[in-house]
């Protein structure tokens, strides 16, 4: 009988398996030794493989329903590689509202590489069907995006990319492998910053990849292996331990997420709300809506002023933690943007990210709706 994910995720060992032990060990060791000389199945140098990341990497598959997982130094680097999948000259579909190190990336560095990339507004299945050339080799969706929670049709697009023969990759940070699972609607690249909701701890700097088609995984095993992309030894062993609970975080998150929509919505200090919880081409494709929310103060002047006034959300950057945090957009993540596109995208002084961590639900309400009394 197959365990559900919530059991997979806290099993690292059976009894009378290899190690004997609850909790599966830190192998920290960059080599291991070989039993026979040409035994090709057994780890051999920590780059190439090892017993923590192996388990992590099974964990991953597991967690996404795919075949092949893979661990990698941090999400930048798994959404490199799931690029770099690709060659010079082949053309890739971006969302315009991309997370901004995955521009950043697009316009610097792979365009060194003669990857050509083009953003388009996705919500607009015509214009992604539009951007097609012969060139063209995948899809690249983000959903929902950063910060205005905007929601794009996973199925629709992979339509799209079935009928020109493209490969499609989701980017499914923000709704963790518990609340929207790509692969099974079609896609073909799933790809993490495991830094987020995966690691939950705000400690580790992760990324995760996972597949199901044999040749993008040998494509990026390629990469992993011989880039040296892979996820560190002692990182793999934390991530590990924090997926035993992602699932009684991600449920107290969201659980925690439905009371603060429903507290912003009654609120008169909020003028906009965005959270895809009530949207229903959202809720066609995942089961929740999610634990990051986004909100608009009514006196936009007064930002200083209201996170002054907090005691209990963090004000930083970064998402997905245990720990509350709420980010101003205008001046972190999306400072490098333009006022134009910055205005053009909602992403005004009055707006704020909040990532819901666990904390009790009505603790962070009264400690928000005291900050918005007080401005
Ligand atoms: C943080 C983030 C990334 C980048 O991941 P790192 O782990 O910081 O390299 C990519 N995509 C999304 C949606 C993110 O939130």
Redesign the pocket.
């Known amino acids: 009988m197959k365990n559900s994910i919530d059991t997979d995720m806290i099993i690292d060992n059976k009894r009378g398996k290899e190690y004997d032990t609850a909790n599966q060990p830190l192998y920290y060791s960059t080599a291991f030794l070989r039993p026979s000389l040409d035994d090709e199945e057994a780890h051999l140098y920590v780059r190439n493989s090892n017993p923590n990341r192996e388990k992590l990497e099974e964990k991953l598959a597991r967690l996404e329903n795919g075949k092949y997982g893979f661990a990698f130094n941090?999400?930048?680097?798994?959404?490199t590689a799931a690029l770099m999948t690709f060659s010079p000259g082949d053309h890739v579909i971006m969302p315009s509202d991309m997370?901004g190190?995955?521009y950043e990336l697009s316009k610097t560095i792979l365009k060194r590489y003669q990857l050509n990339l083009t953003a388009v507004d996705q919500s607009n299945l015509y214009s992604v069907a539009n951007a097609v050339t012969k060139d063209t080799k995948a899809i690249y969706i983000?959903t929902p995006s950063?910060p205005t929670l905007k929601v794009t049709d996973i199925k629709k697009i992979v339509e799209i990319a079935k009928k020109n023969n493209l490969i499609t990759i989701v980017?499914n940070?923000?709704m963790t492998p518990l609340g929207q699972s790509p692969l099974s609607l079609g896609v073909d690249i799933v790809?993490?910053?495991?830094?987020?909701f995966l690691g939950g701890h705000s400690d580790v700097?992760?990324?995760a990849v996972i597949v199901n088609d044999e040749e993008i995984k040998n494509s990026l095993q390629e990469l992993q292996v011989v880039m040296g992309m892979g996820l560190g030894t002692y990182d793999c062993w934390t991530l590990n331990q924090h997926l035993k609970t992602l699932s009684i975080r991600w449920k107290q998150s969201t659980e925690n997420t439905d009371k603060l929509y429903e507290f912003f919505k009654s609120h008169e200090g909020i003028t906009n709300i965005y959270y895809p919880g009530e949207d229903k081409l959202h809720l066609s494709q995942a089961s929740h809506g999610g634990a990051v929310i986004s909100f608009r103060i009514k006196d936009e002047s007064k930002a200083q002023v209201f996170v002054d006034k907090l005691n209990i959300p963090l004000v930083s950057v970064?998402?997905?933690g245990v720990e509350s945090i709420l980010s101003h957009p205008k001046t972190s993540s999306h400072k490098a943007l333009t006022e134009e596109e910055r205005q053009d995208r909602g992403i005004t002084d009055g707006l704020f990210r909040l990532s819901v961590g666990i904390e009790d639900a009505d603790d962070l309400i009264s400690d928000i709706r005291q900050a918005l009394d007080s401005i």
């Open positions: 941090s999400g930048m680097s798994a959404i997370y190190g995955t983000e950063n980017d940070t923000f790809v993490h910053s495991a830094t987020k700097l992760a990324g970064s998402l997905g």
